[in-house]
């Protein structure tokens, strides 16, 4: 089973800067295209950024321009450079696999933007 830890988030004025971090472990864990979710109380989990295994990025709309998606394969790690920041990038953000989240969901980590 492949546990997923992220990390990095906070709180941050309107147009501040985070990083976060996802760190994947466990027996046989497959890296290959990963993505960067977020969610809301009461709406759904939603896509913001992916990273394909050849390095390929994409971006939901709401956040093109302002995320970037990196990853390092040795260390099993996915990163989430969120510049900018917006009021409604407010959420918890948890990163899993793609086109399918096959991990088990980690605890995420809170982003809030508020000045």
């Known amino acids: 089973q492949v546990q997923v830890v992220e990390s990095g988030g906070g709180l941050v004025q309107p147009g501040g800067s985070l990083r976060l971090s996802c760190v994947a472990s466990?027996?046989?864990?497959?890296?290959?295209?990963l993505g960067w979710y977020r969610q809301v109380p009461g709406k759904e989990r939603e896509l913001v950024a992916a990273?394909?295994?050849?390095?390929?990025?994409h971006y939901a709309d709401s956040v093109k321009g302002r995320f970037t998606i990196s990853r390092n394969n040795a260390k099993k790690t996915v990163y989430l450079q969120m510049n900018n920041l917006e009021p409604e990038d407010t959420a918890v953000y948890y990163c899993?696999?793609?086109?399918?989240?096959?991990?088990?969901w980690g605890q995420g980590t809170q982003v809030t933007v508020s000045s």
């Open positions: 466990g027996r046989n864990v497959i890296f290959n295209h």
């Open positions: 990273i394909l295994s050849n390095g390929f990025t």
């Open positions: 899993n696999t793609r086109p399918d989240p096959v991990w088990r």
